[in-house]
Every structure is written in structure tokens, then in C-alpha cells.
């Protein structure tokens, strides 16, 4: 099966550091685009972070740019997102996403990147920035 696992989201006070992490199985992550994406209380999700499949594009948010940094590791199929400087705006739902389209799948606009269509998603791992 096809199948993203975030890890890594908890409470960190501004300023502070974490490390997302998202285990794939079923398929190689090296093959295909991945990315992040969030979703803070009471808004829209949004893209945060991508990486092409040949790594030679990544993108960034205006917002993250500086202070998030996204890889992946292949030896371990998995992708990771190093949040540095992290801001209360910050605080969201954090999704790992990878550029794999199953069958029965219905094209979802909001999952739309500047690395293409990321069609599997894990389950989220939130992140909460606060005093």
C-alpha cells in the first residue's frame, strides 16, 4: 500500500526548533516530487515547502523562506522538514505530501504545488508555537 506517516509535531515556545519527519512505504520517495503543506486554525491550507523529484527545484514559502528547510532522506524513505525560528504564526496542521497518483483518484485543487500534483497525503502532525 501506498502511505505517508508524519512524526515530530509538538509544542515549542517561539524561537524554538523541530523537526518533522514523514516515513513513506508502499513506494521509493526518491522518484517522486514531495512536499509539505499546513493548515492553522480558521484558515485555508496552504503549500509550504517542495522539492522536484531530481531536486533540482525546491520552493518555499515567502513566509517559511529563511527558516524551514526541506529534504529527503532516501536511505530511510522519508521526508523531513527542519523548522527553525519558529513563529506563533506557525502553529498549524502539518501535512507530507508525495506526487503519487492512485486509482479513483479525483484531482484536488488544494493539492496543487510550484513541484506539481501530490496526490498522497499522510494524516498530519501538529505543530504548536506559543508562549
Known amino acids: 500500500q501506498v502511505q505517508l506517516v508524519e512524526s515530530g509535531g509538538g509544542f515549542v515556545q517561539p524561537g524554538g526548533s523541530l523537526k518533522l519527519s514523514c516515513a513513506a512505504s508502499g513506494f521509493t520517495l526518491g522518484s517522486y516530487n514531495i512536499g509539505w503543506f499546513r493548515q492553522a486554525p480558521g484558515k485555508e491550507r496552504e503549500g509550504v515547502s517542495c522539492?522536484?523529484?531530481?531536486?533540482?527545484?525546491?520552493y518555499y514559502a515567502d513566509s517559511v523562506k529563511g527558516r524551514f528547510t526541506i529534504s529527503r532522506d532516501n536511505a530511510k524513505n522519508t521526508i523531513i522538514l527542519q523548522m527553525n525560528s519558529l513563529k506563533p504564526e506557525d502553529t498549524a496542521v502539518y501535512y507530507c505530501a508525495a506526487g503519487v497518483v492512485t486509482g479513483l483518484t479525483q484531482v484536488d485543487l488544494t493539492k496543487i504545488s510550484p513541484c506539481g500534483y501530490l496526490g498522497v497525503w499522510g494524516q498530519g502532525t501538529l505543530v504548536t508555537v506559543s508562549s
Open positions: 522539492i522536484s523529484k531530481n531536486d533540482t527545484y525546491t
